[in-house]
């Protein structure tokens, strides 16, 4: 419970599947419509997860998430840059395994 990330975009649906994630958050929106459990005091609550939060998701480094909010940049730009973005480390792994398949093949 308390960890798990929560798809916060149709919060009054009854048929949509996949809404919550055992300590993963789901994909990542421009919207950026996640939330996590977190317990407050003696209840339990949802947190949105922060822009800084969202980028971390996609491995973007907190220095440059700061440097992002140091230029002005807003919150839902932020929140539109991570769900716009390809993670980080799917990216390497996807450069790696080319370079892989190129080298066994050369």
Partial sequence: MIGDAINLAF????TRRGRVGKEVAQTLDK?????????????????????????RLQGVPDEYTDRLM???ISDSQIY??????LSVPI????????RKTYEENN
Avoid: H, W
């Avoid at 919207?31 to 980028?55: A, D, H, W």
């Avoid at 539109?80 to 973005?85: E, L, P, Q, T, V």
């Fill in 80 to 85: 539109k840059a991570a769900g716009d973005g």
């Fill in 70 to 72: 140091q230029a002005g």
């Fill in 11 to 14: 919060p009054d649906s009854k």
């Fill in 91 to 98: 990216a390497k792994e996807i450069g790696e395994r080319i």
């Fill in 31 to 55: 919207s950026c419509n996640q939330g996590v459990f977190i317990q407050n005091g003696k209840e339990y609550v949802i947190r949105k997860l922060t822009p800084k939060e969202c980028m």
